[in-house]
């Protein structure tokens, strides 16, 4: 064999198994898998690991004086190919898994084990017969003339692997489906080198990077299914938060309304119209999944504090400056905002609560502030913000991008200040 050749399968044997060793530490630490997959690796990964050394030892017995041989490399070679012939059936178990299919019921799984214990048994008899391949006594691989047939079920198996991961390309995600087609096309890569360098051993080396971007692939995919969990997991809290009114605002305005109609019959009547407006906001929230626009919001904190205002009457005034209504923004972010203003600020000892929203054009952003005299914050470990106001940062966060900022204003108060970034401004 020429020099060249055997240092090159030297290096290569020995790049897959330092690549197979890191593979394997990196699942046995790894926690960012479930518990299936990081113990589908440690089988997956322990069987290539095995493959690799079986391939290195092969090599290196290549290349020692034949003084140094404790085994024959006919066996070496014999429990590398049965290794190498275990990966398309793994691999066929972690598509199942995946696609959410039975193991038992799959007929591609069928065939390709089918196709495997045909593999076994053709490599199994090759071991006493001279037909497919042999050895020399001086231990020199040759290949016989039926040497063919026994790639024929491992072609078989890789192209049943790739139908089947092409048809369910549709259940699997953009990761998974590039990362099982990379597992094929690769070491299908080395076997076209290996044939047309005969003695160069590249497939070892092409299935060990198929692994390891399989795994890479594999482990982005769910971290970022991860991701996709908790924000749903967040959206479910924020949405069952944002819906929740308090019962203590509905009874007093309910009450208010029952001892207006005997003193101000009109007056009831509109602060009946501007609670129903209000609870129809509060309504429409529950099957909104998306950013509303400002002016739907607007809407509501009007009616929202027109039930207030009719309420607390001279205790209570608002001033509204809003030039700038050309963005969208979560449902139910300003009007529980103003409502954790009156809640808060309303004290008869303090006067009357004057709360101002503004919105304003800012670069790259549209910016609403929320301005209150109420009593604001004693001191600064008070500025951790209510609950309510926790769930409107979290799905401001969530849905568009913004952000909420809650201080004390230079003279007293609150001053709440959301700002909400340029690409959810709406066109003229």
Same mark, same amino acid.
């Given at each position: 064999?020429?020099?060249?050749?055997?240092?090159?399968?030297?290096?290569?044997?020995?790049?897959?198994?330092?690549?197979?060793?890191?593979?394997?530490?990196?699942?046995?630490?790894?926690?960012?898998?479930?518990?299936?997959?990081?113990?589908?690796?440690?089988?997956?990964?322990?069987?290539?690991?095995?493959?690799?050394?079986?391939?290195?030892?092969?090599?290196?017995?290549?290349?020692?004086?034949e003084?140094?041989?404790?085994?024959?490399?006919?066996?070496?070679?014999?429990?590398?190919?049965?290794?190498?012939?275990?990966?398309?059936?793994?691999?066929?178990?972690?598509?199942?898994?995946?696609?959410?299919?039975?193991?038992?019921?799959?007929?591609?799984?069928?065939?390709?084990?089918?196709?495997?214990?045909?593999?076994?048994?053709?490599?199994?008899?090759?071991?006493?017969?001279?037909?497919?391949?042999?050895?020399?006594?001086?231990?020199?691989?040759?290949?016989?003339?039926?040497?063919?047939?026994?790639?024929?079920?491992?072609?078989?198996?890789?192209?049943?692997?790739?139908?089947?991961?092409?048809?369910?390309?549709?259940?699997?995600?953009?990761?998974?489906?590039?990362?099982?087609?990379?597992?094929?096309?690769?070491?299908?890569?080395?076997?076209?080198?290996?044939?047309?360098?005969?003695?160069?051993?590249?497939?070892?080396?092409?299935?060990?990077?198929?692994?390891?971007?399989?795994?890479?692939?594999?482990?982005?995919?769910q971290?970022?299914?991860?991701?996709?969990?908790?924000?749903?997991?967040?959206?479910?809290?924020?949405?069952?938060?944002?819906?929740?009114?308090?019962?203590?605002?509905?009874?007093?305005?309910?009450?208010?309304?029952?001892?207006?109609?005997?003193?101000?019959?009109?007056?009831?009547? %509109?602060?009946?119209?501007?609670?129903?407006?209000?609870?129809? %906001?509060?309504?429409?929230?529950?099957?909104?999944?998306?950013?509303?626009?400002f002016?739907?919001e607007?809407?509501?904190?009007?009616?929202?504090?027109?039930?207030?205002?009719?309420?607390?009457?001279?205790?209570?005034?608002?001033?509204?400056?809003t030039?700038?209504?050309?963005?969208?923004?979560?449902?139910?972010?300003? %009007?529980?905002?103003?409502?954790?203003?009156?809640?808060?600020?309303v004290?008869?000892?303090?006067?009357?609560?004057?709360?101002?929203?503004?919105?304003?054009?800012? %670069?790259?952003?549209?910016v609403?502030?929320?301005?209150?005299?109420?009593?604001?914050?004693?001191?600064?470990?008070?500025?951790a913000?209510?609950?309510?106001?926790?769930?409107?940062?979290e799905?401001?966060?969530?849905?568009?991008?913004?952000?909420?900022?809650?201080?004390?204003?230079?003279?007293?108060?609150?001053?709440?200040?959301?700002?909400?970034?340029?690409?959810?401004?709406?066109?003229?």
């Amino acid at each position: 064999m020429n020099s060249w050749i055997t240092l090159a399968n030297y290096t290569t044997a020995t790049a897959a198994l330092m690549l197979m060793i890191i593979n394997m530490i990196s699942v046995l630490v790894g926690r960012s898998m479930d518990q299936w997959s990081r113990r589908f690796f440690g089988i997956f990964f322990g069987l290539l690991l095995l493959y690799t050394f079986s391939n290195y030892v092969s090599v290196l017995w290549e290349i020692l004086p034949e003084p140094h041989f404790t085994l024959r490399i006919k066996y070496s070679l014999y429990f590398e190919s049965l290794l190498s012939g275990m990966m398309i059936p793994l691999l066929t178990v972690y598509l199942l898994r995946c696609t959410g299919e039975d193991l038992r019921r799959s007929r591609v799984f069928l065939v390709i084990l089918a196709l495997f214990v045909l593999y076994f048994a053709l490599l199994t008899v090759t071991q006493f017969t001279r037909f497919i391949y042999y050895f020399t006594p001086d231990q020199v691989y040759h290949r016989g003339a039926w040497y063919p047939l026994l790639l024929v079920p491992t072609a078989l198996s890789m192209v049943a692997l790739f139908v089947a991961v092409f048809r369910r390309r549709t259940r699997l995600s953009r990761r998974q489906f590039y990362s099982f087609l990379l597992y094929i096309l690769l070491p299908l890569f080395g076997m076209l080198i290996q044939a047309v360098f005969y003695g160069l051993y590249m497939v070892v080396l092409s299935t060990t990077l198929a692994a390891m971007f399989l795994y890479i692939f594999m482990m982005m995919d769910q971290a970022e299914q991860n991701i996709q969990r908790q924000e749903e997991l967040a959206r479910q809290r924020a949405s069952i938060l944002v819906l929740q009114m308090r019962p203590h605002f509905i009874y007093n305005t309910l009450l208010s309304i029952y001892y207006l109609c005997a003193q101000d019959t009109k007056k009831a009547q %509109q602060i009946i119209l501007d609670f129903s407006s209000y609870l129809r %906001q509060n309504f429409t929230a529950i099957v909104k999944e998306d950013t509303i626009p400002f002016t739907e919001e607007l809407e509501h904190t009007r009616a929202y504090l027109a039930v207030e205002q009719a309420r607390y009457e001279d205790r209570l005034s608002v001033e509204f400056d809003t030039p700038f209504t050309r963005f969208r923004l979560p449902p139910l972010t300003l %009007q529980p905002i103003v409502e954790n203003a009156v809640k808060h600020g309303v004290d008869p000892e303090l006067g009357p609560l004057r709360i101002k929203v503004e919105a304003r054009e800012a %670069q790259a952003a549209s910016v609403i502030t929320v301005t209150d005299n109420g009593p604001g914050y004693a001191s600064a470990d008070d500025l951790a913000p209510h609950v309510a106001l926790s769930n409107i940062r979290e799905r401001l966060k969530l849905m568009c991008g913004g952000t909420l900022d809650i201080r004390t204003g230079e003279t007293g108060g609150t001053v709440v200040t959301v700002t909400i970034p340029e690409k959810n401004r709406r066109p003229e």
